[in-house]
Every structure is written in structure tokens, then in C-alpha cells.
């Protein structure tokens, strides 16, 4: 059996991911394409608790390692438990999110370093996504758009200088992985971005 595909959405905080993979979805659906669509940190239910430990606001003072350190025991998790598994079956793997986020956010704006954040993913080495979609907004317009930040996640609250070290390590991560990842001018209407989103799949052969 074929192996499945593994499509990975990347974005700063209110850039629109979750909208635009509920279009992508929908395009799957329409043309009957077999997929599951799960999310990072998440997924199975040991790595949703971890979730639910990174985004708590009780955990402020939560150093930058033991974040990373958390989130790649919630990556290592969701890879064996159900990427794998998925991706062994033929079927095609959504992920909101994967280790382009810890680089973006734990390596470039926590200071860590990128191969700090390799050294501790390589899990990650055994699903590496076909496709990369990052969904290009500056954090000033994507929480403008969003209306700020989410009072209930951590990271959201970060303040919005580390949002700019975000946008700032995403961009350095995609110059880094030109080939595989994407960028999506999303600054226009979400119809505009879906139809872009829609090219790039249909380009790499994923619909």
C-alpha cells in the first residue's frame, strides 16, 4: 500500500490556520479523498494533556527548555501513536501545526536554537511532512484580526515583541526549507487564500 501524504499548516497566532484547514478538509471531503485531521500539541490523549499543560496561564513560569521538552514528548507521542499509524494505512495526515512551530517559536523567539530543537524532535525524522502550508501575516495584523490575544493560552499571552520573533524564526525557517514549505499570502480574503492554498495541493500532487 501506498503510503499516505503528511500536510503540515504553519502560522503565527490568528493567521487563519484553523479556517483554512476546515476549507482543505472540505476539499478532501468533496473529492473523497481519505484523511484525518489532528492537531499539535494534541492529538491522542496523553499528548492533549500536555496540551493542556503548555496553554495553561497557571504555568507562567515555565522555562523555555521544559516547553520544548514538553512539546517534543507531545510530538513523540502523537508520531507513534497517530501519524504513523495514518500515514502506514494510505491515508492522508492534516496536522495544524508540527516542529516548524517549536523552531519558530522555542529555537528563534525562546532563544534555544534550531538545532537544539532537531536535537530534541528526532522523532519528528520518521514523518516528514510532503507539504508545508505557513500562512504568511504579521502578528500586528493577524491579532488585530483575531481581536488580541486569547486571555485562557499562554503562549497567545506572550506579549507581542516574542510574536514578532515568532513571525521573525518562521521566516528564517522557510527560507531554510524552501522546497517543502509554502508561502500563503493570507493578508487578502480568505476566498483569496483558499484559492492559493488549493493551487499549492494540487501542484504537489496532494488532490
Known amino acids: 500500500m501506498e503510503r499516505g501524504k503528511f500536510v503540515t499548516f504553519e502560522g503565527c497566532e490568528g493567521a487563519g490556520k484553523s479556517r483554512q484547514i476546515q476549507f482543505v478538509k472540505e476539499l478532501f471531503e468533496e473529492r473523497k479523498i481519505p484523511y484525518v485531521l489532528t492537531r499539535e500539541p494534541g ?13 495553561d496561564v497557571e504555568n507562567r513560569d515555565m522555562t523555555a527548555e521544559c516547553e520544548a521538552l514538553v512539546y517534543a514528548a507531545a510530538r513523540a507521542q502523537h508520531i507513534e501513536q497517530f501519524i504513523l499509524p495514518a500515514l502506514e ?23 534555544l536554537g534550531m538545532d537544539y530543537i532537531a536535537a530534541i524532535n528526532r522523532a519528528a ?21 483575531k481581536g488580541g490575544a486569547d486571555k485562557k493560552d499562554r503562549l ?19 527560507e531554510a526549507n524552501a522546497r517543502r514549505i509554502v508561502k500563503i ?3 487578502g480574503t480568505k476566498e483569496q ?6 493551487a499549492v495541493l494540487k501542484e504537489r500532487g496532494i488532490v
Not at 500536555?50 to 496553554?55: E, G, I, K, N, Q
Open 185 to 187: 499570502d493570507c493578508s
Open 156 to 174: 497567545e499571552l506572550s506579549g507581542m515583541e516574542f510574536h514578532r520573533k515568532v513571525y521573525e524564526g518562521y521566516l528564517r525557517v522557510c
Open 89 to 111: 494505512r494510505g491515508t492522508t495526515v492534516l496536522c495544524d501545526r508540527y516542529i516548524d512551530s517549536s523552531m519558530a517559536y522555542q529555537g528563534y523567539a525562546r532563544g
Open 125 to 145: 525524522e520518521k514523518a516528514v511532512p510532503d507539504v508545508t502550508i505557513f500562512l504568511d501575516l504579521s502578528p500586528e495584523a493577524a491579532f488585530a484580526r
Open 193 to 198: 487564500t483558499r484559492a492559493r492554498i488549493a
Open 43 to 55: 492529538g491522542p490523549a496523553i499528548s492533549e494533556k500536555l496540551r493542556a499543560f503548555l496553554l
